[in-house]
């Protein structure tokens, strides 16, 4: 084993786990379409990395690793005998899912959404509850009436978490945009 080629610790891989367990699964949930299969497959995913301890040679590249991993087994699974009924039922394209372009599309969809909840979760408490409410469809007149507060002060808030957002969010703009353009 050379020296860039290390082992990952078992407190490592549940750090690994606890970050991207979540958003794997939601990953994968776009392939398959069925929770609990997504859950399965990431599952599967790690407790192969558990038992073949496998070798990260660049613990950076891990969530890279882990996101291909999690691509392939939802292929496999797909092809499987076992999903096949269902793929006709739903009509899936499998050639599709196995594009780069859904690939880069549905790791750029997670991860934009973790960096804007991450965004999110820093606000302060009420703040984070307006654009909640507001990202649930909910008019300023809802929101105000929901909280017992006015609409002015409704609008007044979302001023100030939006400002607060933007600075948040301004290393992170790129990605975003290309999610969209995407």
């Known amino acids: 084993m050379s020296s860039k080629d290390l082992s990952i610790t078992p407190k490592e891989f549940k750090h690994l786990f606890d970050t991207l367990y979540s958003p794997l699964c939601l990953f994968a949930h776009k392939y398959l379409e069925d929770i609990d299969d997504s859950k399965d497959v990431v ?18 590249a891990a969530k890279s690793y882990l996101y291909t991993a999690v691509r392939n087994k939802c292929l496999d699974f797909l092809k499987s005998s076992y999903s096949q009924k269902k793929e006709q039922r739903i009509g899936l394209d499998i050639k599709q ?9 549905e790791v750029l969809l997670v991860e934009t959404t973790e960096i804007i909840d991450k965004a999110l979760n820093s606000l302060p408490k009420k703040h ?21 507060v006015s609409v002015n002060t409704i609008k007044s808030q979302k001023k100030l978490a939006y400002s607060k957002l933007r600075l948040l969010l301004k290393n992170d703009v790129f990605r975003i945009v290309m999610l969209l353009i995407l």
Do not use: P
């Open 97 to 105: 899912l196995e594009g780069d372009a859904f690939f880069a599309r």
């Open 43 to 60: 599952q599967d995913v790690f407790l192969k990395i558990w038992q073949k301890k496998i070798i990260i040679k660049d613990k950076s």
């Open 128 to 148: 984070k509850r307006i654009i909640r409410l507001g990202m649930d469809g909910l008019s300023n007149e809802q929101i105000a009436e929901h909280l017992q």
